[in-house]
C-alpha cells in the first residue's frame, strides 16, 4: 500500500482555504460598494424633486 503524500494534501488544504477567503473578501468589498454607488445617485435625484 502506498504511503499518503501529507504535504500535497496540506497543500490543498491551503490553496482551498485561501480560495475561500478571498471569495469572502470579493463577496464583503461588493456588499460594501453597492451602497455607497447608490447613495450619490439618490442624494442628486431627491434635490431635484423638491
Known amino acids: 500500500m502506498a ?10 488544504k491551503e490553496l482551498e482555504r485561501k480560495k475561500k477567503n478571498d471569495e469572502k473578501l ?4 461588493e456588499k460594501n ?3 455607497a ?5 439618490a442624494s442628486p435625484a431627491e434635490e431635484e424633486s423638491p
Open 3 to 12: 504511503k499518503p503524500n501529507f504535504q500535497f494534501q496540506k497543500r490543498q
Open 26 to 29: 470579493q463577496r464583503k468589498l
Open 33 to 35: 460598494s453597492a451602497p
Open 37 to 41: 454607488d447608490e447613495s450619490p445617485a
